[in-house]
């Protein structure tokens, strides 16, 4: 796998792509078994080897062919343009494997993936199968959301009207639950997602930790134990860091514009 990684000169085409495809094959096929057998994404010369023969589709100048010289380059760039054959339905399925390790490869690198959702470690991943941090601009609110990685910019716009249709720009509550990095903004479900998980919002963490565990009930309990075997308390506190380390454990607690919003995990 230490082949020189500089496209040839020339246009771009799909059958260029096939060519080097062919050539590269086994060892990107070495790369991706080992990154397999290890349970982590593809190392960057597997990746450089992908973007390689994917940037043969568009050309030397394309952020693919790029990244193949370099190892280098921004994530939606390249982004935009391995999704163009990602959605190909003519694209083979060897290159829409090779994608998923390849744009699996840069969330890692670039930071702004959840994890792979719904796949175990070992099996291969998918882009619609890990969501991606993204900034989206509702309205006059900037949110940052998470999106599956399967997302191309006109797909991230798209979602941007749909939020503002939805009423987000004045949802405090919903923004909140948008930031949650297992919440997928995309999802057609959203609206009862957000339902079925809203509990409530507070003014503090402290007044989230005494309404979610009930602090009222527990100190009453208190008392009345040791009243009934012949003790007198006073003063009973609740620790509230202990308690609000307790309270995360159990729910999702998003500090959002001065308020604390309460979902369930």
Same mark, same amino acid.
Request: proline residues 3%; glycine residues 8%; contains cysteine.
């Given at each position: 796998?230490?082949?020189h ?14 060519? @080097?495809?062919?050539?590269y ?11 397999q ?8 010369l597997?990746?450089?080897l ?6 043969r &589709?568009?050309?030397? @100048? ?6 193949a010289? @370099? ?13 163009t054959? !990602?959605?190909?339905? /003519? ?12 744009g699996?490869?840069?969330?890692l ?21 890990i969501?991606v941090?993204?900034t ?14 399967s997302?191309?910019? &006109?797909?991230?716009?798209?979602? &941007?009207?749909?939020?503002?249709? $939805? ?9 909140a ?6 919440v997928?903004a995309?999802?057609?479900n ?8 809203y509990?409530? /919002?507070?003014e ?7 309404? $979610? ?9 208190? @008392? ?7 003790f007198?308390v006073?003063?009973v ?13 159990? !729910?999702?607690?998003?500090?959002w ?7 369930y995990?």
């Amino acid at each position: 796998m230490s082949e020189h990684l500089t496209p040839t000169s020339g246009e771009g085409s799909p059958e260029r792509m096939a060519q @080097t495809a062919a050539k590269y094959e086994a060892w990107i096929a070495e790369g991706i078994t080992a990154a397999q057998e290890a349970g982590r994404e593809v190392d960057v010369l597997t990746a450089r080897l992908i973007a390689h023969a994917l940037g043969r &589709a568009f050309g030397r @100048t394309s952020a693919l062919a790029g990244f193949a010289r @370099t190892g280098e380059g921004d994530y939606e760039a390249l982004r935009d343009e391995y999704l163009t054959l !990602y959605t190909d339905e /003519t694209a083979p399925e060897l290159i829409r494997q090779w994608i998923n390790w390849f744009g699996t490869h840069l969330v890692l690198r670039d930071r702004i993936g959840s994890g792979r959702q719904f796949t175990g470690e070992h099996l291969p991943p998918t882009l619609d199968r890990i969501l991606v941090e993204t900034t989206l601009q509702v309205g006059d609110e900037e949110l940052t959301l998470h999106v599956p990685a399967s997302c191309g910019r &006109a797909a991230i716009d798209t979602l &941007a009207i749909r939020l503002q249709e $939805l009423g987000v720009e004045a949802d405090e509550a919903m923004q909140a639950f948008l930031s949650l990095p297992d919440v997928n903004a995309a999802a057609g479900n959203l609206t009862e997602s957000f339902t079925s998980n809203y509990i409530d /919002t507070y003014e503090s963490l402290e007044d989230a930790t005494h309404h $979610l565990m009930e602090i009222d009930e527990w100190e009453r309990d208190i @008392t009345d134990y040791a009243r009934e075997r012949g003790f007198h308390v006073e003063g009973v506190s609740p620790d509230y860091e202990v308690l609000i380390e307790r309270v995360r454990d159990a !729910y999702d607690l998003v500090e959002w514009k001065n308020k604390v919003h309460g979902f369930y995990k």
